[in-house]
């Protein structure tokens, strides 16, 4: 690609050349190639597109010398932002663009003191915009991206198969369910599944231990997420794919009975996808004991000692 000089009119980079003539592409400026020394337009030259992208030689650009406004359509109310799916990638699809708009008084029923925002899809693709989708949206509309379906669905992870799983702190298999003190920290390494924790009963957890529920969710299966809270942590729950291993931290703070239970729908038996964590006072001598009470055939597996190290 050769190195074309700057407009001498207004100094933009922005131009191409015609023949033997150049052509500004910002003030629209014409001028001789003949006017323009081989040195002055070769010599550190720097040419860049309209992003502000480095070009090199072989780059291939589109000059648009002539913007026509070819349609207009009403939105509602004021646009705030304009999407064009792909439009932040070298090659955008170009099929439909997203209004983004603000104030939106009598459009919708309001439900308080706020009211929702609108958002609309547009298709351009031939002279005339035709409006497809006219909805509401909350939080103010500044932007978003979009792409084709078929960029996503054909790269899809319905879930993470167990036997790729690595974690560190990974349960593969009820059997190898277990609870193991380290000092004052325990590991649970625990398993869900439609419709039970293992294990689901431990006791011998001390006030201030510092409790590490390794859950790894043993569905194979696509869209059964399991959850993961226990009462009276204060930092957060899990939602754990399938295949895939979380880690929940918890400090009890007294002694008592503690529920844990499943926060995700998963079956018609998820309310009963619970288990219990007995605390003890700090300094007792409660031996650490876990099992698994499986509701499901109402058989109630043997207590196992927990593992100290």
Known sequence: ??????????????AYEDRNMYICTECGHEWSASEVSDTSADEGLIVKDSSG????????????????VIDRVPTYYSTGHLMIPGGDSKKPFGKYVVAYNKITKDRYLPTGPELAQSAQLFDITGDKMKLLLDFPTFGEPHYAQALPAALISKNQVKFFKIDDNKHAYVTKGEAESKVVREGNKIHVYMTSIRSHFAPDNIEGIKVGDEVYFHVTNLEQDW?????????????????????????????????????????DFCSALHQEMQGYVRVSPAGSSTPLTYSLNNKKDNAQSPVKQGVTK
């Open 1 to 14: 690609m050769s190195k074309l000089p700057n407009c001498p009119q207004c100094n933009s980079e922005y």
């Open 53 to 68: 992208n480095l070009l090199q030689d072989g780059d291939t650009i589109s000059v648009i010398k002539d913007l026509k």
């Open 223 to 263: 869209d059964v997420p399991h959850g993961f809270a226990i009462k009276g942590n204060e930092n957060a729950e899990l939602l754990i794919m399938p295949g895939e291993t979380c880690t929940l931290k918890w400090v009890p703070k007294k002694a008592g009975m503690y529920p844990m239970y499943c926060t």
